[in-house]
């Protein structure tokens, strides 16, 4: 949101620290990793740790892939998607030699392929409208909320609401018409399939240039002033680039330790699947919660599951990042406008059941779906940036800003 952006893209200012928040945060997440180390497993602590790393690096490098597609919708300014790009890419090449093997180490690895159909289309482009009224898509909700940005609870909430309803008409929507998974790999041989990825990468980058030549007359730079203290490296604000490539590790080491990609979504239907069951709602019932894997997760600990831990990971590791770059010297805002509640709410409940429908989000599907060589995760993309271009138009009817510093 706008006061996230505007810390996340100036140097802190020279004032003492929230000592109180660092400390307890760093003592939270040490607890963490200790008791998820005792209670689950070596591995789930150090995704936990993974996941603070992330949380970290999407706050002070302020990488969201709402805002970026909302700056290139309304400027032409496409530096945001461009980055976006390299992230693929960069992900893609860590992931090639796992996927071709199957294997690191002994764990088996697994890149998300899901299918193409009505359901995908549909799913990510109601996820792009949502992404747009939520002011942030699902690692942006995440990393706000740590960030101190009361709103994106809200979006939260809402999000949890929509992934269970989601999962309620999971089946119906798997039923619609569709052409099965498509892999780059798989379906066209290795070095075809790399270059079907390159040549789809260079496109969105290509087209990304020409329209912000044509409007500005050539490659604006970024607005981000550098910060060459050395303090940079925990206040921030760290450079887009700089953020790509601490993600694309962080998906690497997140395929590796669980041998699958990084998902981040399928934690709100566990999480509002669990709240409703005990309300009396047969959800075990539904088809989402037919295979062995998920009813492992409803019936276990949210602590044992992957993406419940990093996600978790993910708000604390931003709310560390805030209290280093100096964020809470002011009051916390909590008093929104009527109608800013109501967009964010229906921005919460579009993602969450457009992810469940489509097989993820902004990482599960788009990030990990393009860096695993799927065709869904390139089709996802398409269809969530054009509801992002809806979304956008009906911000202001939501007393959603559209100015992005």
């Known amino acids: ?24 945060t760093i003592f939270v997440a040490f607890i963490g990793v200790v008791y998820l180390y005792q209670a689950v497993s070596l591995r789930q602590a150090s995704l936990y740790f993974v ?75 109601i996820f792009g409208i949502g992404m747009q009224l939520g002011d942030g898509c699902a690692s ?65 980058v290509a087209i990304s240039m020409y329209l912000e030549r044509k409007r500005h007359g050539k490659l604006l730079k970024s607005n981000q002033r550098p910060n060459k203290d050395w303090k940079v490296i925990y206040q921030g604000p ?33 999480w509002g699947s669990k709240i409703v069951r005990e309300l009396g709602v047969p959800v075990e019932s539904w088809g989402y919660w037919q295979t062995p894997a998920r009813v492992n997760e409803l019936n276990g600990s949210i602590f044992a599951d992957v993406t419940s831990v990093l996600d978790i990971g993910i708000i604390l590791g931003a709310l560390l ?11 916390v805002q909590w008093k929104f406008s009527t109608r800013s509640i109501i967009g964010t ?23 990990s779906g393009i860096v695993s060589f799927s065709l869904h995760g390139w089709l996802w993309f398409v269809a969530a940036f054009i509801g992002s271009i809806i979304g956008v138009k009906l911000r202001p009817l939501f007393d959603l800003q559209n100015h992005v510093k």
């Not at 993600?247 to 239907?269: D, E, H, M, N, R």
């Not at 409940?349 to 788009?366: K, S, T």
């Open 345 to 367: 709410a229906i921005g919460g409940m579009l993602m969450g059941y457009g992810a469940r429908i489509a097989f993820g989000c902004n990482i599960g599907a788009f990030f």
């Open 140 to 204: 942006g909700t995440l990393y706000h909320l740590g960030g101190g940005d009361l709103r994106a609870l809200n979006t939260l909430i809402f999000f949890i609401i929509g992934s269970v309803l989601g999962a309620k008409d999971f089946q119906w929507w798997m039923d619609t018409p569709n052409i099965g998974p498509v892999s780059f790999l798989n379906n066209f041989g290795i070095w075809q399939g790399i270059v079907i990825q390159m040549i789809l990468a260079v496109i969105v």
């Open 1 to 24: 949101m706008q006061t996230n952006v505007t810390v996340a893209n100036s140097a802190p200012s020279r004032v003492g620290y929230n000592r109180s928040i660092i400390i307890a």
């Open 51 to 125: 996941g603070i790393i992330a949380g970290i690096a999407l706050y002070h490098a302020h990488f969201g892939f709402t805002s970026a597609w909302r700056h290139f919708i309304l400027n032409r300014r496409g530096e945001g998607i461009r980055v976006q790009m390299l992230l693929m890419m960069l992900g893609s090449f860590l992931f090639l030699p796992l996927l071709i093997q199957g294997s690191f180490f002994g764990q088996t690895v697994n890149g998300y392929i899901s299918s193409v159909g009505i359901s995908l289309l549909f799913g990510a482009f």
């Open 238 to 270: 760290w450079s887009l680039v700089t953020g790509a490539i601490i993600l694309a590790l962080v998906q690497f080491a997140i395929f590796v330790l669980s041998g699958k990609p990084w998902g981040i979504t399928s934690a709100f239907a566990l």
């Open 321 to 331: 990042a805030a209290a280093l770059a100096i964020r809470f010297t002011k009051p």
